[in-house]
């Protein structure tokens, strides 16, 4: 009989016990601690567009305040429609084939909850976002890396056939990929879908830094790719486009019959997300190409900044294709471990950045790999590169 000096039971049920705390919060977290430049959570320090912050303070003071429809509001299913059709011709039904979430880490979760049961697999490319993870064990499912290698970080097709089993159930794709900038070819895809088709498998496809893209890369939806358009759950946000990532409004498009499913789940997640952000969006996504192509230029000045002082440091880099994000080899500093050189890395140099090795389950794949971020603006990543250049940085 349980007493007041009892300790109670372990709350947090077995299957999830693993999952800790997020690497991003406990490194942004060491960033304020510590007073270092943090190149590690993926956030812009410079806000989107003016007129799209003001829409949102409109919204509100035109009364938008109460509760906006399961699906998301019409204006912004529209637009989403629109934004798909406009740069990949995709068709899309605003009432059927739309769904609004609250960013797409809960397009992730509410889309893994309706499609995967108790032992099904999720092929995921590895190193993987870490919130896959968490929503794969959410959902009992079980999760089956195939890995991306260094230096280009491309999809071995003979790896992705060998993983597909008579339990898979979905292939969680993510390009441009984080945390490695890889952006995966047409040929890439096209094998992929191939796989999919024969397997009838669902891919559910992260596309959050669609618009990210560098040095003419081009970002393929593979909902585009012959026999995808019914098999295809396609997530994206408005955080990393526009630069408001605090916002967090996101949103699925797929055939009616999937996104039917993943709303069946979202429903009881949040039911909605904050009404005011989703008309402003939808002003964003009508906006002119130029709103677009400055952010992905800006960044792609950043990333040469970045990648060109932390190779005259002596790390191995590997110039990323897209995303916020570059990856580092870190043995030759001296070090063979990019969490502790990461832990490290404040005390000694005043900078965080983010270690590989979480984000994979062959964690020895991972381990030399360290992510940087250069969505900041030039004089802080100047500022970083010279306290790394001021600090310990070799082992
Ligand atoms: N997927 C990937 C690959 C990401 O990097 C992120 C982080 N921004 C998300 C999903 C989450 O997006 P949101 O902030 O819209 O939830
Ligand atoms: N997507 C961001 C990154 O990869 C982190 C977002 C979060 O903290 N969940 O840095």
Known sequence: ????????????????????TSIFAEMSALALETGSINLGQGFPDVDGPDVIKQAVVDAIWAGRNQYPPGMGVPELRHAIADH????????????????????????????????????????????YYDSYAATIAMARGVRVPVTLHAPDFALDVAALRAAVTERTRVILLNTP?????????????????????????????????????????????????????????????????????????????????????VRTTKQFLTYVSAGPFQYAIAEALALPQH?????????????????AGLAELGLEVYVPRGTYFVTTDVRPLGWDDGLAFCRELPARCGVVAIPHQVF???????????????????DVLGDALARLREGRLAR
């Open 1 to 20: 009989m349980p007493t007041s000096e009892t300790t109670p039971r372990e709350p947090l049920v077995p299957r999830l016990r693993g999952l800790g």
């Open 84 to 127: 798909q059709r406009r740069f990949y011709g995709i068709e899309l039904d605003a009432d059927t084939e739309v769904l609004v979430t609250a960013g797409a880490t809960e397009a992730v979760a509410a889309a893994m909850l309706a499609m995967v049961d108790t032992g099904d697999e999720v092929i995921a490319l590895e190193p």
């Open 177 to 261: 990929h984080n945390p490695t900038g890889a952006v995966l070819s047409r040929a890439d895809l096209a094998a992929i879908a191939q796989v999919a088709v024969e397997h009838d498998l669902v891919v559910i496809s992260d596309e959050v830094y669609e618009h990210l893209t560098f040095d003419g890369a081009v970002h393929v939806p593979i909902a585009t790719l012959p026999g995808m358009a019914d098999r295809t759950v396609t997530i994206s946000s408005a955080g990393k486009t526009f630069s408001f990532t605090g916002w967090k409004v996101g949103w699925v498009t797929g055939s009616p019959e999937l996104v039917t499913a």
């Open 291 to 307: 709103v677009y192509t400055d952010l992905r230029d800006r960044l792609q000045a950043q990333r040469d900044l970045l990648c």
């Open 360 to 378: 994979y389950d062959n964690t020895a794949v991972g381990r030399p790999l360290v992510r940087w971020a250069f969505c900041k603006q030039p």
